[in-house]
């Protein structure tokens, strides 16, 4: 039996994807401890399995102004990885890098921009690390894209490119502690279903 699509998903998939996160966020942690030159922390990441109506809700709807990054996911697992920032965890990063007053993501300039893919390339590192480590598979990242909009707007991406293995995503939530700052950092994970069905044969997880 395979998994069809991501709503096929049952509760020890949940579990399994939950600890990978776990792990790929403790290795972000290292990382941008090491960036940033302060204590970060972390939070155990929180999986759910959404439609993209539920996912624009939780990022708090179609007309939120968000910053949106989009990764690629290829040879190994295929796929994408779409980080969505509210400008509270905008605020933490700026504030961090330039001690830098923030308002809104319509203000960010390109050095901003730059920053913000940075954060999204070793988070998103990070979490390829911990796949290819569990599995033995090589997986390799697409040059970070960056894009300031309505959350609606940023979500229809992967919901018109990924329409064919439904309508559901795998929303990773993640909170960060960085000095005496508190971030919530949103995760979307959409992976291609063949990748998704290699990557639990692998983990000898059955489906």
Excluded: W
Excluded at 71 to 89: A, K, S, T, W
Excluded at 170 to 194: C, K, Q, R, T, Y
């Amino acid at each position: 039996m395979t998994l069809d699509n991501i709503g096929d998903l049952n509760s020890m998939h949940v579990d399994v994807l939950t600890e990978l996160g776990n792990i790929g966020t403790g290795n972000a942690v290292t990382s941008l401890a090491t960036l940033v030159g302060k204590e970060v922390s972390i939070k155990v990441p929180r999986v759910k399995i959404l439609d993209f109506n539920e996912t624009v809700q939780f990022i708090g709807g179609a007309e939120n102004i968000v910053t949106g990054i989009l990764i690629r996911l290829m040879d190994g697992i295929e796929g994408m990885i779409l980080y969505v920032f509210e400008d509270e965890f905008v605020a933490t990063i700026l504030k961090t890098f330039f001690g830098k007053k923030f308002d809104s993501a319509l203000e960010i300039n390109e050095m901003d921009k730059s920053a913000l893919s940075e954060i999204g390339n070793i988070m998103a590192g990070a979490y390829a690390k911990a796949l290819s480590s569990m599995t033995g598979l090589i997986i390799t990242l697409s040059t970070p894209s960056i894009c300031v909009d309505m959350a609606g707007a940023i979500l229809s991406v992967p919901a018109i490119e990924f329409a064919n293995i439904g309508d559901k995503v795998l929303f990773i939530e993640d909170s960060f502690g960085i000095g005496n700052e508190v971030a919530n950092s949103n995760m979307i994970l959409v992976p291609e279903m063949s990748s998704l069905n290699r990557l639990f044969k692998k983990l000898g997880v059955g489906i």
